[in-house]
């Protein structure tokens, strides 16, 4: 329920119950009946609880989200239900290894539904100032090779064995391995970028993230529609931290915890309707 006048219609439809009930309620002494008092500030107290979910809590604090596909794997799985914060990054900037929540740029071609774009979740593996590069799994931060317990590489067909990625004159370049040694063209924004510029761009050294930009790569390395593909994401799109999974029961966790410790095995439970987000 995003829509700001279905949530104003909610607590406009509890007040005017709320009303109702006080009209018509039989009255002894002036005063409404117990049942009637009764019924009276459940409905105040509802109207009030409702309100600061939808008009403080959910625009500002926190908000539940779903995990529809497996573009995180083994860090989050489909089905896991996750707390984000929104107050986070109002205060400070996403950092290095961050599982962020944002809106996807026009190039990740993210669906829609009745024009809403759904909100993406990746790892956060490039900020400001800082050089990314990654060469056949593994990613390399001011050139120095990354420690990353929570990637999976699917060996599965139709999946890339492999990609490299750099940032050459502030744009993103990727090219994926078809097998072992066996390096694709060089693309930018999914599209093959002209032979003369592939040798010009192989030996290029990569560059530093921009200013206002951020790389986000899902842990699911060749199963993830992110940055290597269509490039940087703007700060100005961050929505939240994914900060705790809180169902299944099975998987309640700490994000920073779970990103640092062996994957977990999955079991399914139970079923809610936060809000999915794309991957």
């Not at 961050?98 to 909100?119: E, K, N, R, T, W």
């Not at 799994?137 to 990625?165: A, H």
């Amino acid at each position: 329920m995003d829509s700001w006048v279905w949530k104003i219609a909610l607590v406009l439809g509890l007040i005017g119950a709320r009303e109702f009930v006080r009209l018509f309620t039989p009255h002894e002494n002036g005063e409404a009946n117990e049942n009637g008092k009764w019924l009276i500030e459940t409905l105040d107290s509802a109207a009030i609880a409702i309100g600061l979910v939808l008009f403080v809590i959910q625009p500002f604090l926190l908000q539940a989200f779903f995990i529809p596909s497996g573009s995180m794997e083994d860090t989050l799985q489909v089905g896991d239900r996750l707390l984000v914060s929104k107050m986070i990054y109002r205060m400070s900037d996403p950092q290095f290894q961050d599982v962020v929540v944002f809106l996807p740029p026009p190039a990740a071609g993210s669906p829609s539904h009745d024009g809403h774009v759904d909100d993406f979740i990746k790892r956060c593996i490039g900020t400001p100032g800082h050089t990314i590069e990654v060469r056949d799994r593994v990613v390399y931060r001011d050139g120095e090779p990354v420690p990353e317990l929570y990637t999976k590489w699917s060996p599965e067909s139709g999946l890339s064995y492999s990609y490299d990625m750099k940032i050459v004159n502030g744009v993103v370049y990727s090219r994926e391995y078809e097998a072992p040694g066996m390096p694709g063209p060089w693309r930018r924004n999914n599209v093959p970028v002209d032979e003369a510029e592939q040798e010009f761009i192989t030996r290029a050294k990569s560059g530093v993230v921009p200013p206002g930009q951020l790389l986000m790569m899902g842990d699911h390395r060749n199963n993830s529609n992110d940055s290597h593909v269509w490039g940087f994401m703007p700060r100005e799109n961050v929505v939240g931290k994914a900060i705790c999974i809180f169902w299944p029961l099975n998987r309640i966790g700490l994000m920073d915890q779970i990103s640092h410790q062996p994957p977990r095995p999955f079991r399914a439970a139970g079923t809610s309707e936060p809000i999915p987000l794309s991957q």
